[in-house]
């Protein structure tokens, strides 16, 4: 299972969150939806099949208090890539918040397995290379389905290159022990969006159609800091 389907899950998850999220496909830049129905419906049965099962008896198993700091933890490794994507954007008072934040966890949050900063009111941020791109101009592209990895754009791909070379699982030598790191993370990610199935099942008849506006609008929300261009949101409104 690639690592990166938890990044995947993790803005869907941010996504179905959003309770004003009504949508329509009206000038969506899908050139590839026969392809991209297909990968969904791939990745959807395998999801049924395999990873939710997993993540279900994961959840059902570990107590609340572990699967939180295991949570906690992979968070807590993510804030690099956030730092250096701050740093690039030019969110320099961001930047040195993050940092506080990565630090404070790292040492007195036992390497962030308690989200100490959080309870200090350091709230964490949501940075990554797709949105860096985004701010430097760089447009969305057509909207894609990867495999496993599910919504995406041209851009956001491009994007997966950085938030691979900055996450710190990459470097672990050991491959036992990094395909595990990978595999924990993947069924805690799962584990943590068993409560937004039934918001995609109740969503519209066409869930496809759902994820790809959502995700689409989610995206160039982060890109903006959720103040978009009013003309970049014409396409997602009735």
Known sequence: MSKFT???LSILSAVLMLSGCATTSEGVNDPFENYNRTMYSINDTLDKAIIKPVAQGYDAVLPDAIERGVSN???NLNEITVILNDLLQLKFGQAIDDTGRFLLNSTVGFAGVFDVAGY????????DFGQTLGVWGVEQGAYIVLPLLGPSTTRDTFGLVGDILTDPVTYVDDAGARNALTLLKAVDTRANLLGVDNVLE???????SYVRDAYLQRRESLVYDGNPPEEDFDVFSD
Do not use: L, T, V
């Open 6 to 8: 938890f990044i995947k």
């Open 73 to 75: 933890f992979f968070s």
């Open 120 to 127: 200090a009111g350091h709230e964490s941020n949501d940075e």
């Open 202 to 208: 109740e969503a519209s008849e066409d869930k496809y």
